[in-house]
């Protein structure tokens, strides 16, 4: 079997959330489509945030600069990646840049 390797990416708003039916969710789905060595990015943040604070979402720039074969992201809703259309589409910019692909489960 190769190997596919794919970043998880989970976000809750609150400390009081828990990320993990987020993170079993993604797994469940990540793994149906043939993805076996996943990274978990969790982070419990406002989906407000500028891009400048959002913690998981630099995580996943610095760890795919990093790891160069984590070529694909996984969300279960587009909203988990940021609520601003403007760190939006800075985000889209720098996955069109780094030739990521981004899977959202619920579309």
Known sequence: ????????????????????????????YALSLGYNNLKIIET??????????????NQLFSFIKDNPKYNVVFSTEISRIGRRQSVLNQIKEWFVKNKIQLFVKDV
């Open 44 to 57: 419990k943040e406002s989906g407000l945030a500028d891009l400048d604070k959002k913690i998981g979402t």
């Open 1 to 28: 079997m190769s190997k596919k390797f794919a970043i998880l990416l989970v976000r809750v708003s609150t400390m009081g959330q828990s990320n993990d039916p987020q993170t079993e969710d993604l797994k469940k």
